[in-house]
């Protein structure tokens, strides 16, 4: 048996890594489907709470909405307003005891932190939402668009990616608090952690390494989200087409202290 | 002969905020050809009266006809295609290069393809001096540009009648000439025009007529020659006396 902790931590790699790995590929996997699975909750919520209600609408659709309203606020209340790890025990043994239904433990991972996720982000693209100028969704009426169309095309490319940061969050918090679905048995890397650690009992070393891949993982997200961040802003170039003698003749505009070529 | 039939025709419009009234029995028509300026001092209803036009806010009482039809039972899409608006603020779309701004209600609203969505924007573009910045974006422009990109869209539409709603109060003082320029332009090309501004130039010089609002009701209607010189009510006059004198002439 290994007498330092390097050694330790060698050997538990050489035994566990495939498991560390496959650990890692799921907590991945769980943190990706959970953040785009909530952020499409969260646009259809925040859509729906925003649908604007003029008083010479029929009762049906004034009443229809306000219930949508008041539900979707309750869902949003309830899982912003309980720990993640007791809404799986909930809903996992709730389901197995009650329904019948024993969900595959990702299946069920997913399933959960899709829905948690989608509570914040209902507010998140709400705040995207109203912090797109109000002039430009008016300018979009004045010509004609309907509030599907202004919506599609105008304020909501708008408010995605004010919120990118946001979501980014969201994205690094999922991957971190993944570990919490542990309780109902899915092979994430916490779980995988923990039987390591298990075999041997060298919780410190097992879970140094788990720290260390955890740390690898936010970090690399945080990073290449700033990058699809930048790109979304798109360049910050532009061309001048056309001159008085040469109606092909372009000139780029490099806003000052930009390099050109960037 | 009959006399043409108005483009607009609004009758005894209406408009509340809560307790406080701000258009109170406002009636006039708009014929095809006319640019009428539209003076008067800050909550007057100026601005009120051109959103109630357009549907950015909803009258109270009264009624708007469009060539003789009401313009609540026409389809809203259609009827704010054929009667344009020009804001204060610009409010181009922000994630839009000038191009797409002015081609996204053509394709969207009136189904145009690309190719003549685009043939048609950048003819307006032209018409403005801005198709040279096709491919830029609105921050990256002057207010005055914005505001000239912002025509242009409007133009694209096809209206019968465009709104403008003081077009160049955010503007800094070396660009209100350039976008007043295109409105005249405009408004010597026969574009039917109804505009709110404190430019009392051009509203003396550009404009056919001239409405002055006070108080929630259209105080004086007429000729801007008779109400930039002999204005008949008390209150136009000193309006005009007060305006002219802090040199808002052009």
Known sequence: MPTTFWGWVSLLIEKYGPLFLNGTLYTMLIAISGTVIGFVIGLLVAIVRTIPVSPKDPVAKKAGLKLASFLLNVYIEVFRGTPMIVQAMVIYYGAMMYLGLRMPALGAAIFIISINTGAYMAEIVRGGIISVDKGQKEAAHAIGMTHWQSMLHVVLPQAVRNIMPSIGNEFVVNIKDSSVLNVISVSELFFIGKSAAGTYARYFESFFIIAAIYFVLTFTVTRILRLIERKMDGGRNYTICGSQSDSEATITIHPEGEVPND | ?250
């Open chain 2, 1 to 250: 002969m009959t006399e043409q039939q108005p483009i607009l025709e609004i009758s005894h419009l209406k408009k509340d905020f809560g307790a406080h009234q701000v258009l109170r029995d406002i009636s006039f028509a708009v014929h095809s050809g006319d640019v009428i300026s539209v003076i008067g001092s800050s909550g007057s209803g100026k601005s009120t009266l051109l959103r109630c036009i357009n549907y950015l806010e909803e009258p109270t009482a009264g009624q708007i006809l469009y060539r003789g039809r009401n313009a609540e039972t026409l389809n809203r899409a259609e009827y704010h295609s054929k009667v344009g608006m020009v804001f204060q603020s610009f409010n181009l779309f922000a994630n839009m290069t000038v191009l797409a701004n002015c081609t996204a209600g053509q394709k969207l609203v009136l189904r145009r393809g690309a190719k003549e969505a685009e043939d048609k924007a950048l003819y307006f573009l032209g018409k403005v001096g801005m198709d040279a910045y096709r491919n830029a974006r609105p921050a990256q422009l002057s207010g005055g540009q914005k505001q000239r990109v912002a025509i242009a869209r409007a133009l694209a539409m096809d209206p019968d009648v465009l709104l403008f709603d003081e077009p160049t109060s955010a503007l800094d003082p070396e660009m209100v000439g350039e976008v007043l320029g295109v409105m005249r332009s405009l408004a010597e090309g026969g574009l039917t025009m109804l505009v709110v501004t404190h430019e009392m130039g051009f509203a003396r010089d550009v404009s056919s007529r001239v409405i002055f609002m006070d108080q929630g009701v259209i105080a004086e209607d007429g000729d801007p020659r008779d109400i930039f010189t002999a204005p008949k009510q008390p209150r136009t006059r000193e309006f005009l006396s007060r305006v002219l004198q802090g040199g808002k002439t052009e």
